[in-house]
């Protein structure tokens, strides 16, 4: 009993001395900057240097800033339109090319291709394609039909919807190739057996690779709401926040704090009230998923 037991303590041992660097690694550039960004968001600061503490002054100052009020609804939008357009624009290409019987790797490549694409180039040629003048892309399609050319990015409904759909582009792909992995886990006894009762591809669809991937969706889900939520470089690229804050979103605020007007205390502070949001979202979505899970 105690040579097992000293066995499972030198394998626990060498299972720890595998993950040590890894633990390392994600402690020091993960946990101690999220520290260090509590700490200084209850402190003072002049440029990059910490002056003195001033409790939650700086949560204070960043409620009261209108901009914050502006983004916070935009960021909350970013994240709906985000899930009505790009949520299962993924699940769906990623069902067409499972039935696909030829060309399936042509496809899966073609759809993979936007992400290989630098996130900044991506924004730029969307840039040109929404571009409100007679060179605009959109434009000249939609005068091939006889209708007026329109200022896309700067009518303000419209502003969000067409940002998503430029980063449904980007990111889809990738994503339909993980529930592409997990539908190809599918043993193929149950399609079988579904295609000898008779059933068409929609009740197969329906009935085996739907819920064969809705935990998977679960997950991606949630990932996806936190990533939304985090958005930057779209807004900022295609409309730096305009027309009038339309799509100012939580990460440009906090941008500017930090990088134009350098206040990092006030930055910080933003910053560690969006991680707590994230957190209390995550945390009643797993809540509710699991209620229904079970």
């Not at 983004?71 to 909350?76: D, E, G, K, Q, R």
């Not at 969706?217 to 930057?232: A, E, H, R």
């Amino acid at each position: 009993m105690i040579i097992i037991k000293s066995r499972f303590k030198k394998k626990d041992l060498i299972g720890w001395l595998i993950m040590l660097p890894t633990l390392v690694l994600f402690a020091f550039y993960v946990w101690e900057p999220l520290l260090e960004n509590v700490r200084l968001s209850l402190y003072s600061s002049k440029r990059y240097q910490i002056q003195e503490f001033v409790g939650l002054s700086n949560y204070i100052k960043v409620l009261k800033d209108p901009d914050v009020w502006d983004a916070l609804p935009n960021t909350v939008s970013y994240t709906i339109w985000s899930l009505i357009i790009g949520f299962m624009v993924p699940i769906i290409l990623a069902i067409i090319i499972s039935e696909t019987v030829h060309f399936k790797s042509f496809f899966r490549v073609g759809v993979y291709f936007p992400n290989i694409v630098p996130g900044l180039a991506t924004v730029w040629i969307w840039n040109y394609f929404f571009n409100p003048g007679k060179t605009g892309v959109l434009n000249i399609l939609i005068g091939k039909l006889g209708m007026a050319p329109s200022q896309w990015l700067n009518m303000r409904g419209w502003t969000i919807p067409l940002i998503v759909i430029t980063m449904t582009w980007k990111s889809a792909g990738a994503t339909a190739l993980i529930y592409m992995a997990n539908i190809s886990g599918i043993s193929p006894d149950l399609y079988e057996a579904a295609t000898i009762d008779g059933a068409g591809v929609w009740q197969r669809i329906k009935n085996i690779t739907l819920p064969s991937v809705f935990s998977l969706g679960k997950t991606l889900l949630i990932l996806q709401i936190i990533s939304v939520f985090q958005i930057l470089y779209e807004p900022m690229v295609l409309k730096n926040g305009g027309p009038n804050n339309a799509s100012l979103s939580i990460m440009m605020v906090i941008y500017r704090y930090a990088f134009r007007d350098f206040r990092f205390s006030e930055a910080a502070a933003l910053s560690v009230l969006v991680c707590i949001i994230l957190i209390v979202l995550a945390g009643v979505y797993m809540k509710m998923t699991k209620k229904k899970e079970y």
